[in-house]
Structure formats: structure tokens, C-alpha cells
């Protein structure tokens, strides 16, 4: 069998298997609440895994295989700390409180819980606002990664690859809904998982074990196998920082926790997402690897593919594309549903005060998410420049201004209406501004972003009036 | 260096990721009760 006809069939059955679940999802889609949280009944399996397919992109699999291969094992930090700060802690910290508060104030979308927990439409309607624009901007370098996987990996024109993976997106997420992202996401955490394992096997095998990849690379330089290497600890920690403690503010992920059973289900799902974002590791490892196979690539993001086509047979390969794309995919339908639920829930419901009915939000919420697929799709296709400069400023700006509102509102009582409106436009703002400045002493964004919020956050909250005994036993019980 | 030739600070990392499931297995088990909390 010819190597693209193994390719095409590896990822049609993975495609056809997606398209099964959209169907079958859409039949249990029936309220509004089924559409963007599952109805409040996701088990700790399908929720954990979800949770880890929707973390991790296909930007970060290449990305991060092109940082191994730059920095070397230094930048395993970056996965311990993903694990770390970016999935254990997050989900003892955030996990039950935010199961917890969300039910009490009837919320389903992460501005609605600002909105209500902070008894301010404002509040509700800003970070709605900036979900939905810088959403779509990280959409659009989600499908723009997609496109250059299928490019680089199995010579689609990107415009077809872009198109196949949208339309196929776009197709399960508005028929099911949030029950399909979570089980279309729980089958991709598998395949990625499954390829990155592979991957990972068969390409220490090829150099001769671990102890020859170690010395093969401390032969090309030392600073390859040391930490913190070539890179430096401002480097490498701030990063490290931002992936990981950023993720706390990101709706897609946070989300998550307003869909489970109960609380007994954290108890699984914490164990089985902490087990499954151990595979952040082995982007940064085999793109390591990779240096000691192909020490001089033109290109540092090339690292992974090079490695897949060069190590694997064509069906290990397939397995590992299959899952390269999936992990687009689950971060691309996972902030679909986000977009869709600020827009519908957010934005049209607050802003017209309640007049659209439970039903046809789930009309609504099922077109916004088609309009907002075509709206990234099309930018997609031929992204212009500034979508391109501004998708670096995306995630700073969404975790600065939505971190602080969420960790304060769920665990101190004296945060106020406007220490939360001070936190969340200052450090929107500092983030956006830093960024636009050119990252002032090569620091992150997010980093000023989130200091400016804190301080902000407890400054007013202090000097402002408190919530009502009323309020505050209703969210705490 | 420490196991496989690795420097032990690079090593760690590894070590910390296990210790990270570890540690989850043991809040599940022994210190996460959902009480009253479970609604």
C-alpha cells in the first residue's frame, strides 16, 4: 500500500469517527445547557482527558518540539510545569469551587459567572467581549497550524487542510454541541497520546538509548542536557510560567470544571488529567532528539515532522499525524463552543435582558457557533497581518483579564464590583500595551498583565464597598 | 550526572511530573472530601 493512501486512511477512519460522535451527540443535545456544558453530567474520564486534548494544540506539539530542539532537555521544565501548575494544582485549586459556585449561581459561561459573581453586567459584558475577539484570533492561529500540519506532513495545499479540518469541526460542534467537543476531545487525547508515545519509543531506539541520546547531545553542546542550558532561567521559568499558571484564566479549559458529575468525579479526574498532561513532556524531548539526528534544520518547528517521517513506519506516522491534527482539533471545537456560549449567552442574552428563551438560545447558540467557525475560517484562509501580530497578544490578554476575577471570585469574600472592573481592565490593558511596546526586557505580556490585575484587584477591593451577607452566603453557602 | 547520563537538575524534571501524579492520587484518596460541598 502507497504511503499517502495509508496516510488518508488512517485519517479518514480518525475523521469518519468524529463525524459518528457529532451524530450521536446531537441526539442528546436537547437544552441549552446540554449544548455548552453537557447538562452538568460529564464523567471524570471524558472530562479529564478532554481537559488535556484542549490544553495542548498542534501549534504547541511542533512548537514544542522546535523549542527542544533549540534548547535541549532544559525544556522538559516547561512540561513539568504544565503538569505541575498547569493541571494538578489547577484542578484541586480551581476544580471544586468552581463545580461548586457555578451551580449556586445557575452560570454557564465564564463571563456569566463574573457577571453574577460580581454582580456586574459590565464586568459580564467586557470579558465577554474580549473572549469573543481575541478568541477568534486564537482560532485562527489554531486552523492556521492545522493547515501548515497538513502541509508540511502530507503535502495538502494548506487552504484544503484549513477547509477539511473547519468544516469537519464546525459540522459536530453545531449539531452536538458540548457534549461532542468533550467526547470528539476524549478521542483525541488518545490519539495524541498513542502517537506521542510511539514517536517517542521507536526515536530513542533509533539513537541508541537513552543514555547515547544524552551523550550524543551534550557532544553537540553541554548546554543541550543542562538546565537551565543554552536558554537561561529568565527564559525558560517565564515561559514556563505562562503556559502553565495562564491556563487558569483560559475559558476553554476552566470551563471543564462547570461540566462534571459532582465533586466525587474531581477525585478520578484529577488523577487521570494529572496522568494524561504528563505527555506535555514528549514534544520537548523528541524535538531534543531530533537535534541529535538532525543537527542542522533549517528550521526549528520542522524538528517533529522530520522526526515522524524519518523514524516511523508510514502507519506509525499516520497514527502521529492523526494526532498532531487532533490536537488541533480539540483546542479549535473547545474554543468554538467558548466563542458561541460569550456571543449567544454574554452578549445577546444579558444585552437584550433575557428576551431570547431557553430554546432559541440553542438555536442561537448553534448558529453563533457556525458564524463564528466561518468568520476564523475565512480569516484563516488568507490571514492578514494584523491577525497575525495579534494572536501573540491573544492569550495574555484573555488570562489577564480573566484570572483574577475568577481566582478572587471564588475564594475571597471581600473582592469587590469594582475591584473586579479595576483588575480586569488594568490588566487587560498592561497586557495588551506591554505587547504592543515589544515585550519592554523580553518579558511576557501576561507577566505585567497579571501583577498589575493583582494589585489592582486588591487595592479597590479594599477601598470599595463590600457585598451583602445575602450574596456572599448565597455563593458560599 | 545522574540516570542515563542525565544532569541531574535536567533529570528532576521527570522526577516532578511523577511526583505530580503521586501527589494527585494521594489528594484523591486521602485529603479531597467533598462533604456537604457536593451539590
Known sequence: ?477 | MGPFNTPWLTFIAWIVALGCVLFSIIWALCIFKPGDEDE
Open chain 1, 1 to 477: 500500500m502507497s504511503e499517502p493512501l495509508i496516510y488518508t486512511l488512517i485519517l479518514l477512519v480518525y475523521l469518519g469517527a468524529l463525524v459518528l460522535v457529532g451524530f450521536i451527540t446531537g441526539r442528546r443535545t436537547k437544552s441549552v445547557e446540554d449544548f455548552y456544558i453537557g447538562g452538568r453530567q460529564i464523567g471524570p474520564w471524558v472530562t479529564a482527558l478532554s481537559f488535556v486534548a484542549a490544553y495542548f494544540s498542534s501549534v504547541v506539539i511542533v512548537g514544542g518540539g522546535g523549542f527542544g530542539y533549540m534548547f535541549g532537555m532544559a525544556t522538559l521544565w516547561i512540561g513539568a510545569i504544565n503538569v505541575l501548575l498547569g493541571c494538578t494544582v489547577a484542578w484541586i485549586v480551581l476544580g471544586p469551587r468552581i463545580r461548586t459556585f457555578t451551580q449556586r449561581l445557575k452560570t454557564m459561561t465564564i463571563p456569566g459567572f463574573i457577571g453574577e459573581r460580581f454582580q456586574s453586567d459590565f464586568a459580564c459584558i467586557f470579558s465577554a467581549l474580549i473572549i469573543v475577539l481575541f478568541m477568534i484570533i486564537y482560532n485562527v492561529s489554531i486552523l492556521k497550524g492545522m493547515g501548515h500540519i497538513f502541509e508540511v506532513l502530507m503535502n495538502v495545499p494548506y487552504v484544503y487542510g484549513v477547509l477539511i479540518s473547519c468544516i469537519i469541526i464546525l459540522f459536530y460542534v453545531s449539531i452536538g454541541g458540548y457534549l461532542a467537543v468533550v467526547w470528539t476531545s476524549f478521542i483525541q487525547a488518545w490519539v495524541m497520546g498513542i502517537g506521542l508515545i510511539l514517536l517517542t519509543i521507536f526515536a530513542v531506539q533509533r539513537v541508541g538509548g537513552l543514555t547515547a541520546v544524552n551523550q550524543s547531545l551534550g557532544s553537540i553542546d553541554a548546554g543541550l542536557i543542562n538546565t537551565p542550558g543554552t536558554w537561561g532561567w529568565p527564559g525558560l521559568i517565564s515561559y514556563a510560567l505562562i503556559v502553565s499558571f495562564g491556563v487558569w484564566g483560559m475559558p476553554q479549559l476552566v470551563v471543564r470544571f462547570y461540566s462534571i458529575k459532582n465533586l466525587k468525579v474531581l477525585k478520578i479526574g484529577t488523577v487521570v488529567a494529572t496522568i494524561g498532561t504528563c505527555m506535555a513532556l514528549l514534544p520537548y524531548f523528541n524535538g531534543a532528539i531530533a537535534r541529535t539526528l538532525f543537527p542542522s534544520l533549517a528550521n526549528p518547528d520542522l524538528a517533529i515532522p522530520t522526526l515522524v517521517k524519518t523514524t516511523l513506519s508510514p502507519f506509525g506516522a499516520a497514527i502521529v499525524l492523526a494526532g498532531v491534527v487532533a490536537a488541533g482539533m480539540s483546542t479549535f471545537s473547545s474554543v468554538l463552543i467558548i466563542l458561541s456560549s460569550s456571543m449567544v449567552q454574554d452578549l445577546l442574552r444579558r444585552g437584550m435582558k433575557g428576551e431570547i428563551t431557553r430554546r432559541k438560545s440553542l438555536f442561537w447558540g448553534k448558529i453563533g457557533s457556525l458564524v463564528i467557525g466561518f468568520v476564523s475560517l475565512l480569516i484563516a484562509l488568507r490571514p492578514p497581518a494584523l491577525v497575525l501580530t495579534l494572536t501573540a497578544f491573544a492569550w495574555a490578554v484573555i488570562a489577564s483579564t480573566t484570572l483574577w476575577p475568577i481566582l478572587f471570585g471564588i475564594y475571597w469574600k471581600g473582592a469587590t464590583r469594582w475591584g473586579c472592573v479595576a483588575s480586569m481592565i488594568g490588566g487587560c490593558m498592561t497586557a495588551l500595551f506591554w505587547m504592543a511596546a515589544g515585550k519592554p526586557f523580553g518579558v511576557h505580556g501576561f507577566i505585567p498583565g497579571i501583577i498589575v490585575g493583582f494589585v489592582l484587584m486588591v487595592l479597590v477591593s479594599r477601598a470599595t464597598p463590600k457585598f451583602s451577607p445575602e450574596h456572599i452566603n448565597q455563593i458560599w453557602g
